[in-house]
């Protein structure tokens, strides 16, 4: 077999070769160059620790260096180019930090640091492994400046955060006489946006206008978007109406400025003109109008809907979006019926965004199955540990009463921030468990967190649920004396409650006269609902009008201060506030009740008969009334409308939406593990006082615990009695 069949039978002998013999054999030949393109293309199949491990100059880079003869110095040259080769190809592959130094280490050895194709690719990868000042290290060392350098610097700068020194790189440009390209715009651009730099973008702007790139499509992108972010909308339409050619990231960006500047209308003008110019929404489209759709009218969410409906092949991202969409407008029924698509669509495997979108809406309607599923896709996705994530799990598990699997995962976090604690005293505040509440508290302080303004909010709620008017009094002033925290509406508003509930209603009044900004609507609503828990008409009066100033449109206020005149024997009064009711208009709101059941979640209303099992429901109901009025039961008729005839009263009470939902659970499961015994309940408003009795009798009578949660706080009825002490 001749030199070069031997060559070539080492060429195609697969993984297994001994890079140091192809050396040997190749020199021995005289056929270093064209051995270094069959090299390249066989070390493209192999990876970077193989390639180390049959390279020993590359993984011992202290031993020997390769043999080649010092007599025949015209080889040295070429094997270098070689030597240059592999090198690159493995910077090319993303190496790790370990294999990275060994090659930086092997180019120094070989005196090679000035090279500009290594010292580039050197500088790429340390700064894809967020070692920028190695690879600023490399970039002095490269005596040669060109565009293409000075980029990699630049965008290494900028894509590890550090906007103001990928700035000063592009300044350089000038003194070492560059011409920028088409590269260098959109990332120090980027560098503007970032940083909100509008006078360094606007010079920008000037240099690519005087280079002839500000409207080409890249670098007129950069300053769509950077006049954006920064506030300056009139420019950002000029540049993109100037750009010769554009696409969807250039309307997106225009999308993204006037959403993030709160320009909503105009964010969704921006889509509609879209579509008249047949460019396609995408899911860059979606996220860069989420600011816009966030607590506004149906018909945007539906429009965000549609678009998301009408795109072909929908990427995780939309997904996502229209799932956080939904959950931005008080939507968790749609986004949770939105997660179980996603579930069941081709190719799309949840993330970490996912889940931490639709654990609030598994909370929001008491989905505790599906919330256990995504609990168990977490754990076997390794999606954790992940603080957003467990936080999620937390907030989920607590707001379908769950606080043991709660306590759960807080106990097997491995790092915990001050989020984890507050929603885990969250949970036990508005489970009645103020004890436990303040304990977990004083844990969070020795574990060496710093409460925030939130944490304080949740211990003053805990205490407010329990009736801890000590303890209340005792956070208040650790807020404001120790940790220096200025109170804010809510402290102001739980202080209030506290009082209230402790029958300290003329303090409480006091309280607010004091407090040194203007009460809002939840300090006076807190006020009116101690009043009406103890008979306070007086002070009830004077909250009363205080509320119907911020939010003369909000029927509960009439109402409670309709049933505050009812308890005291009013009636005309009561009579009057209907009245006035009548001739603004209002209504009260439905009452709506959500609970799951074999995975799904059904919806009742007031009165309902839209559901299959209606007749049946209603058969239980009567049954179940029968037996609660045997135990004493009397229907409260102070909660039922006060404009409803007497006789109407009591059917009027006994089909309120969460009386059907339980009497529907009851039916459609049985008793099991703790999790499963449980029926929960969320109602969108507050429970009245005939549902209240109703749902302690039916626990005692069905020995099943029930969970409702109303628009204040849990109310977890068991065998007769419930957590909140009946008050509420």
């Not at 939507?331 to 654990?359: H, K, Q, W």
């Not at 009260?588 to 074999?598: D, I, L």
Request: one cysteine or more; proline letters at 3%.
């Amino acid at each position: 077999m001749g030199k070069k069949d031997r060559l070539k039978a080492i060429g195609n002998a697969g993984r297994v070769i001994d890079v140091g013999g192809i050396f040997a054999y190749a020199r021995e030949a005289g056929m270093i160059p064209s051995l270094a393109a069959r090299f390249s293309n066989l070390m493209k199949r192999i990876n970077v620790g193989l390639r180390l491990r049959h390279f020993p100059e590359l993984k011992k880079f202290h031993t020997q260096k390769v043999a080649f003869s010092p007599t025949k110095p015209e080889f040295e040259p070429k094997s270098t180019s070689v030597h240059d080769t592999l090198l690159c190809q493995v910077l090319d592959t993303n190496p790790d930090y370990k294999t990275l130094k060994t090659v930086h280490s092997r180019i120094i050895l070989q005196n090679r640091r000035c090279d500009s194709a290594l010292g580039v690719k050197l500088i790429k990868s340390y700064a894809a492994l967020k070692d920028v000042v190695s690879a600023r290290n490399v970039f002095d060392e490269i005596p040669e400046r060109n565009v293409i350098i000075l980029n990699v610097m630049i965008r290494s700068y900028v894509n590890n955060g550090l906007y103001r020194e990928g700035i000063q790189v592009f300044g350089t440009m000038c003194g070492f006489d560059v011409r920028p390209d088409h590269y260098t715009f959109p990332c120090v651009l980027k560098a503007c946006s970032c940083s909100g730099n509008i006078v360094i973008g606007k010079k920008i702007h000037g240099s690519a206008t005087r280079v002839g790139l500000s409207s080409t499509l890249f670098t007129g992108n950069g300053l769509v978007s950077m006049y954006g972010k920064c506030g300056f909308l009139s420019e950002a339409r000029l540049v993109l109406d100037d750009m010769s050619r554009r696409d969807v990231v250039s309307w997106n960006s225009l999308v993204a400025g006037y959403a993030q500047n709160q320009r909503f209308d105009d964010a969704l003008e921006v889509c509609r003109e879209m579509e008249s110019v047949k460019i396609s929404h995408d899911a860059g489209t979606m996220a860069s109008l989420l600011p816009a759709v966030t607590n506004t009218t149906r018909d945007n969410v539906m429009y965000v809907r549609d678009m998301f409906l009408k795109m072909g092949k929908k990427s995780l991202v939309s997904w996502n979006v229209m799932i956080g969409v939904y959950m931005k407008n008080a939507m968790p029924l749609e986004a949770v019926e939105l997660y179980s698509r996603m579930m069941d669509a081709d190719g799309i495997e949840p993330d970490s965004v996912s889940v931490t979108s639709v654990l609030p809406a598994c909370g929001d309607t008491s989905a505790l199955s599906l919330g256990k599923k995504i609990h168990g896709y977490v754990e076997r996705k390794k999606l954790i540990p992940n603080l957003l994530v467990e936080n999620a799990l937390i907030d989920m598990y607590a707001k379908c009463g769950c606080l043991d699997r709660a306590r759960d995962v807080f106990e097997n976090m491995k790092s915990r921030d001050v989020v984890s604690w507050t929603a885990m005293i969250s949970a036990y505040g508005v489970s009645g468990k103020g004890r436990d509440a303040v304990t977990l508290f004083s844990k969070m302080q020795d574990s060496g967190l710093v409460p925030d303004s939130i944490a304080f909010v949740t211990a003053l709620a805990a205490c407010s649920h329990a009736g801890l008017l000590e303890e209340g009094r005792s956070y208040f002033k650790l807020m404001t004396d120790h940790y220096k925290i200025t109170p804010r509406l809510e402290h102001l508003a739980c202080m209030v409650d506290i009082l209230g509930r402790a029958g300290k209603v003329k303090e409480a009044y006091s309280f607010i006269q004091e407090m040194s900004m203007e009460p809002n609507e939840r300090v006076w609503g807190a006020l009116l609902g101690a009043c009406r828990v103890h008979s306070d008409t007086d002070i009830g009066l004077l909250a009363a009008d205080k509320l119907f100033q911020l939010a003369p449109e909000q029927s509960g206020y009439y109402v409670l201060l309709s049933n505050i005149y009812a308890k005291a024997g009013r009636w005309e009064e009561v009579t009057k506030v209907r009245d006035i009711m009548k001739s603004k208009g209002l209504k009260k709101n439905p009452g709506a009740s959500n609970v799951e059941v074999n995975g799904g979640i059904h919806t009742f209303l007031v009165g309902d008969r839209s559901h299959p099992q209606s007749d049946e429901i209603y058969r239980e109901l009567d049954v179940l009334v029968t037996k609660m009025k045997e135990l004493g039961y009397v229907p409260d008729s102070e909660s039922a409308l006060h404009d409803v005839e007497e006789e109407d009263k009591e059917t009027h009470l006994a089909v309120h939406s969460e009386k059907l939902a339980i009497v529907f659970a009851l039916m459609n499961t049985e008793e099991g593990e703790e999790d499963n015994n449980a029926i929960r309940i969320t109602k969108n408003l507050r429970i009245c006082g005939d549902c209240h009795v109703a749902a302690k009798l039916i626990s005692q009578i069905t020995s099943r615990e029930i969970i409702i949660r109303d628009t204040n706080r849990f109310h977890v009825f068991r065998f007769g009695v419930c957590s909140c002490g009946d008050y509420w």
